[in-house]
């Protein structure tokens, strides 16, 4: 059973940074492409960033590209999503996905294994 279980949400002022993580089990994490997504209210999930396998290479959403960091560690079957420079446009619940394919690259990501979602809400 795959399984990926968000962590790292909160409430917090704009302009700080939050820390999400996701841990993965059931697959063979270290071959495998990871990416994050997110849901606002209201809105339909939108893709945030995906990062390769290997953590080689890494493609963001234009709307959080230079304040977004995604970044693995696939001794801890562990894939994170760095928040910096919060605005209350990025209250969200933010998703974590895996890929069913393996060795894929980012640009190829395509989500096929979800996480339950964690909550990010940034006041003003």
């Known amino acids: 059973q795959v399984l990926l279980v968000e962590s790292g949400g909160g409430l917090v002022q704009a302009g700080v940074s939050l820390r999400l993580s996701c841990v993965v089990s059931?697959?063979?994490?270290?071959?495998?492409?990871m990416g994050w997504f997110r849901q606002a209210p209201g809105k339909e999930r939108e893709f945030v960033g995906s990062?390769?396998?290997?953590?080689?290479?890494?493609t963001y959403a234009d709307s959080v590209k230079g304040r977004f960091i995604i970044f693995r560690d696939n001794a801890k079957n562990t894939v994170y999503l760095l928040l910096d420079s919060l605005e209350p446009e990025d209250t969200a619940v933010y998703y974590c996905?895996?890929?069913?394919?393996?060795?894929?690259?980012?640009?190829?990501?395509?989500?096929?294994?979800w996480g339950q979602g964690t909550q990010v809400t940034v006041s003003s």
């Open positions: 996905a895996a890929d069913r394919m393996l060795l894929t690259t980012s640009v190829n990501f395509q989500p096929g294994y």
């Open positions: 059931g697959l063979a994490f270290g071959n495998t492409a």
């Open positions: 990062i390769s396998w290997s953590g080689g290479d890494l």
